[in-house]
């Protein structure tokens, strides 16, 4: 069962970042080495509670929502909550211009026409379900048409049209193991602590 992560109360720590699927083969005799990139890079999000009050409704929510989750078996979308808002001004209503797009990069339109600065390098977004960090300064035309760079690349093209999310960008996750979310009683107060992976 899918659920959406808690609104509050909010995490006392966030580690949120991309863990790249590459190996590097480094050679014995020169330290020359042969870096093999593969498919599924894979978001790592790690969040602390600390001295919460048990009594307290959205408390007993979150603990009920980790529960819920059965360890790694039910899935949930989540957010990082150090950069719920772009750094740019995201002015407009960005859409995916063009179906088929792969890569890392991707073709929009909907944004306010000769803007600069609409996104800058570490802002989020989220389109068809998939998660993105932008590299680099994303500015319009006169059309209101932009070009986003990013990372990780595109695991499956969206749609002609998709919708283009700024503020508080989601894809699904899993906790990483049964034992992730298991909270720890201190009299009336709790901590809470867990690995998420991103859940392809």
């Not at 959205?58 to 980790?66: G, K, Q």
């Not at 772009?86 to 073709?107: K, Y």
Request: aromatic content about 8%.
């Amino acid at each position: 069962m899918t659920g959406t992560f808690p609104t509050a109360p909010r995490p006392e720590s966030v580690e949120f970042h991309l863990e790249v699927n590459a190996k590097a083969i480094v050679s014995p005799f020169d330290r020359s080495a042969d870096v093999a990139e593969m498919a599924g890079d894979q978001w790592v999000a790690s969040l602390s509670f600390t001295r919460l009050r048990r009594a307290t409704a959205d408390v007993r929510a979150l603990l009920n929502f980790l529960s819920a989750r059965r360890g790694p078996i039910n899935n949930f979308f989540l957010w990082d909550h150090s950069r719920e808002s772009p750094q740019g001004s995201a002015l407009g209503a960005p859409l995916v211009n063009g179906a088929s797009q792969t890569g890392l990069s991707i073709v929009t339109d909907g944004w306010t026409a000769s803007e600069n600065g609409l996104l800058l390098p570490g802002d989020l977004i989220e389109f068809g379900g998939e998660l993105k960090e932008v590299t680099a300064q994303v500015d319009s035309d006169a059309f209101g048409d932009a070009t986003i760079a990013f990372v990780p690349p595109i695991r499956v093209s969206p749609a002609d049209d998709a919708a283009i999310a700024t503020s508080s960008p989601k894809t699904l996750f899993r906790l990483a193991t049964k034992d992730d979310g298991r909270p720890r009683h201190h009299g009336s107060l709790v901590d809470v602590q867990f690995t998420a992976l991103e859940d392809f």
